[in-house]
């Protein structure tokens, strides 16, 4: 049998490292897929849906640095990679999508299952390209995986059967991908930064995903600088750990002396972080650094006194010795102090946690992280198990915390454990769901991940309602709608899938219940956990326009008959209110 352009694509894929594919199969990709099965060396991962199978690739790009391939049918089956490819193109990891196509006699004639690929994938992709002869693939797809790989994104290859299945022509039929590129800020913007640290009475440092790779350098700018840490939700596992100044985080999340840091300190160094959320960012008194590598960034969230292009780490390695030491730590122990504090308060949840009914989710994610391994990777839907994670699960050196944190989208901690698992095989990789993201998208591929055997640990935070859109409705002054549902037994139906499932609804089951999940092996496990509804999540400065909205809100709720909603709030909540 003579080489088909479907064998051209898969011997370039391989040689640009990719080596599994999540999809479904289907009429227009058959002679794709059938190429991958001659090949041998991709690991084809059939899922139930193909909206799990692009987040689980996203997961594994993210956590591997290598590009991962989905694929979808024409029409419907790549409608269903258009959410998954805008988070990866968010988080700028390379995905390559191959998307099954029209036949190429019956292009442009609304044909069944018909859609441009390039009007469809604009929005969600670094490169679109359409193979409508053979003679384009080595070109096509060495733009499609490079613009992938060195841009970030997803990238698309539309492929119409037909040209799959013809014969590619005689052609060198690999990728050779340039090095990525770490290079620090240039000489002028290295001497104006020193020269502003060094004018500056005090200093703050608020740190991003940007900072991956970079502890050891900021961690000694700090020190030296005696320079309070704060950070974004991306880049708490990079520069909480083994930090002397850390401050906590800032925003609704927030928590600690990192607000107090970053509206006073003279100078804000802003290291690796495009942090959307400007309201909690200074726009007055002090003075703005910002370094980051996609120079785009620099300056759209808050006005900046020097904006930095450059690679945190290397940029802060050549700054270190160019900055004066600052010996006066008052402003650093004020905010580590008011860190202390906040800490102090919230444990009340977790150290009496298995004395307090109904079971708190801070109690839950505390006991969750004491337990789980130091590598493990924990996995967070959008919605309160975010929360959680970002407060109460520490995170190391080899402690990873993944998810849809800038796209933002529901349901993707199954998904990415599911990926992650397959790219690291024996490590922890810990969902944890909401309840709502756990019945849209992992209870259909739970039976993909029986039928692959893995180990993937999902802890669902039930408390039957979207609780995070709740809080959202209560912070705009609104009466709750639309939020509660019925949840079922969730253990009862993952073993009823052939998972092993573990339902906790006392507090002093939770221990138990999680070494017994995270001991478990041969397969996933869903430990279905039924949390305090009311638990509240404050953050360590409120908004005034956020405390006006729950004032408001409880005020409403009272008018419209649901004071008992409003009281349970309170006293479930009166430690942290």
């Known amino acids: 049998m003579s080489r088909t352009v479907a064998d051209g694509l898969w011997e370039m894929l391989v040689s640009a490292g990719v080596r599994r594919c999540y999809g479904i199969v289907g009429d227009a990709l058959n002679p794709v897929v059938d190429a991958m099965r001659r090949n041998g060396q991709v690991d084809f991962v059939h899922v139930r849906n193909e909206e799990f199978g ?3 690739a996203v997961a594994e790009a993210k956590l591997t640095g290598q590009p991962v391939a989905v694929c979808g049918t024409a029409g419907p089956g790549v409608a269903h990679l258009i959410n998954g490819m805008l988070d990866a193109l968010k988080e700028r990891v390379p995905v390559i999508v191959l998307a099954g196509d029209t036949e190429t006699v ?66 060198d039929y690999a990728i050779r991908l340039p090095r990525p590129a770490r290079v620090p800020a240039g000489t002028e913007d290295l ?96 003075k703005i650094i910002q370094v980051d590598r996609s120079p785009e960034r620099l300056g759209r969230r808050v006005p900046v006194a020097l904006g930095v292009a450059g690679d945190v780490q290397e940029t802060v390695s050549a700054l270190l010795p160019m900055v004066e030491p600052k010996p006066d730590t008052g402003f650093l122990t004020h905010c580590v102090e008011e860190t202390e504090r906040f800490h102090r308060r919230a444990r009340h949840y977790t150290d009496k946690g298995s004395r307090i009914k109904p ?5 839950l994610a505390a006991t969750l992280s004491d337990l789980a391994d130091d590598d493990a990777l924990f996995f967070a839907d959008t919605g309160t198990p975010v929360i959680w994670a970002a407060r109460h699960i520490k995170y190391g050196p080899e402690r990873r915390l993944f998810g849809s944190f800038s796209w933002a989208s529901m349901a993707t901690a199954s998904p990415g454990a599911f990926g992650a698992q397959l ?83 006392d507090p002093d089951d939770v221990e138990d219940a999680l070494r017994a999940a995270l001991a478990h092996t041969g397969g996933p496990v869903v430990v279905d956990v039924l949390v305090d509804p009311y638990a509240l999540t404050v953050p360590a400065h409120v908004p005034a326009r956020t405390a006006a909205g729950f004032t408001l809100s409880a005020a409403r709720q009272v008018l419209a008959g649901r004071l008992d909603d409003v009281i349970g709030t309170a006293a479930h909540n009166a430690r942290l209110i």
């Open 54 to 56: 692009v987040f689980a």
């Open 359 to 363: 079971i708190r989710p801070e109690y």
């Open 423 to 505: 790219a690291f095989p024996g490590r922890q990789t810990i969902a944890l769901c909401g309840d709502g993201g756990f019945t849209m998208l992992a209870l259909g591929d739970l039976l993909t991940e029986v039928q692959r055997r893995l180990p993937v640990v999902h802890v669902v935070f039930n408390n039957s309602g979207l609780d995070f859109v709740k809080i959202e409705q209560q912070e705009a002054g609104l009466v709750p709608f639309g939020t509660d549902f019925a949840t079922p037994d969730f253990a009862a139906v993952a073993e009823a899938m052939g998972a092993k499932g573990i339902r906790v609804e």
């Open 191 to 286: 001497s104006a930064m020193a020269e502003m640290i060094n004018q500056a009475r005090t200093v703050a440092v608020f740190g991003g995903q940007g900072c991956a790779g970079a502890h050891a350098e900021v961690t000694a700018l700090a020190a030296k600088l005696s320079a309070p840490v704060g950070y974004s939700l991306k880049g708490k596992q990079f520069l909480e750990h083994d930090n002397a100044n850390a401050v906590g985080m800032t925003g609704l999340l927030g928590y600690g002396g990192c607000h107090h840091a970053l509206h006073h300190a003279d100078v804000l160094l802003m290291l690796g972080t495009d942090f959307p959320f400007s309201d909690f960012l200074p726009h007055h008194g002090t």
């Open 106 to 171: 019956l292009m442009d004639t609304e044909t069944v299952e018909e859609l441009n690929p390039y009007r469809f994938f604009a929005p969600a992709a670094v490169y679109v390209g359409r193979l409508v002869s053979p003679g384009q693939l080595r070109a096509v797809v060495t733009s499609a995986v490079t613009a992938a790989v060195t841009r970030g994104g997803p990238a698309v290859v539309a492929l119409p059967g037909d040209i799959a299945a013809a014969a590619a022509r005689k052609d």
